[in-house]
């Protein structure tokens, strides 16, 4: 949980907020500035109705809102865009396949682009959710082909993109074989039925069964 929150919460407060006024305020015409009228600018929904359908309130809105605007002035951000962004976080390691997992986990209407609606959905979720959404939401990152199921290649494909993602700093340092360790170990404790795929209520019962996986849920809930 902690590479799918961190780096992506934690850049909101770190940032230097843009000059971009907040949406919904009276100068919500000039939320695309002199800066971005070459660019296709997204104009996000109001406020109150972002403010009903998360688990922020409009303060805590705002800020993710700079954030967002101060790394993607257009509004929209594409795959290319967000895994350089997401990249900055890993510079001794390959982010890019990770980030192309992550990317597609935000853009969950599968539009190619992700508005500041699905990042706030999506944090909303990883931030605040309860512990069966978190689940749920983590559950369909893994489902790389979103079938329903976690396969062991997908499975697989996952956790090579996080030791790519690590890099040289990857403890302790990896062998031949520690893929497929990791891959066995997750399935022999998920896949209850030994049939072979990972269902999501298999998943979820198998997480909560786990003190670490469950305390690893509550790191980032006060990180906004």
């Known amino acids: 949980m ?3 929150v961190g780096t992506l919460s934690l850049q909101t407060r770190q940032r230097r907020p843009s000059r971009a006024t907040m949406f919904g305020s009276s100068n919500n015409d000039r939320v695309c500035d002199d800066l971005e009228l070459s660019v296709v600018c997204h104009r996000p929904e ?7 359908q998360s688990n922020f309130n409009r303060k805590e809105l705002q800020v993710l809102y700079r954030g967002f605007k101060n790394e993607c002035p257009s509004g929209v951000v ?3 865009t967000f895994k350089q962004i997401y990249s900055q976080f890993f510079p001794h390691g390959d982010a890019s396949t990770y980030a192309h997992y992550l990317f597609n986990a935000f853009d969950s209407s599968q539009s190619g682009s992700i508005k500041f609606e699905d990042f706030v959905t999506a944090l909303s979720i990883l931030l605040r959710g309860t512990t069966t959404e978190k689940l749920q939401w983590t559950f369909n990152l893994y489902d790389i082909n ?3 199921y976690i396969n062991k290649e997908e499975m697989t494909d996952i956790v090579k993109a996080i030791y790519d993602m690590m890099g040289r700093f990857t403890y302790p340092a990896l062998k031949t074989d520690t893929t497929k360790q990791h891959v066995d170990a997750f399935f022999q404790k998920m896949d209850k ?3 072979g795929v990972v269902t999501l209520d298999e998943f ?3 997480c909560q069964e786990d003190e670490n996986i469950m305390r690893s849920l509550q790191l980032f809930e006060n990180v906004i």
């Open 2 to 4: 902690g590479a799918v």
């Open 46 to 52: 109001a406020l109150d109705l972002l403010e009903a």
């Open 78 to 80: 594409n795959e290319e």
């Open 146 to 148: 979103k079938d329903g």
């Open 193 to 195: 039925n030994r049939d």
């Open 204 to 206: 979820i019962l198998s």
